[in-house]
Nanobody
């Protein structure tokens, strides 16, 4: 059974860096053709894809967030992480991790991150 769990601070101050980690169990994030993504949903808005890291370590980012986003992984822990720099209150959202193996797609439960002083 595949499970994803987000972890990280729920409150971040403006101008700081938001850091979240997704711990994956039940499948390896290095399995061929897998991809692990971060997606967020601001209050009252739709889902926004932020970026992804593929099984081979290649990273892909949303053009609108690319300058502030970094996605990395720790294969020994089967985890992948998100860093979003220079946050503003507009970055307040529920942040989800997502992983896909072939046609199978799994989501974490989501974690609320609020940007406020």
């Amino acid at each position: 059974q595949v499970q994803l769990q987000e972890s990280g601070p729920g409150l971040v101050k403006p101008s700081q860096t938001l850091s979240l980690t997704c711990t994956v169990s039940g499948a390896s994030i290095t399995m061929t053709y897998s991809a692990a993504s971060w997606i967020r949903q601001p209050p009252g808005k739709g889902l926004e894809w932020m970026g992804a890291i593929a099984y081979d370590g290649s990273t892909y980012y949303s053009p609108s967030l690319k300058s502030r986003t970094s996605i990395s992984r720790d294969t020994s822990k089967n985890q992948f992480s998100l860093q979003l720099s220079s946050v503003t209150p507009e970055d307040t959202a529920v942040y989800y991790c997502n992983a896909q193996w072939g046609e199978s797609n799994y989501w974490g439960q989501g974690t609320q991150v609020t940007v406020s002083s």
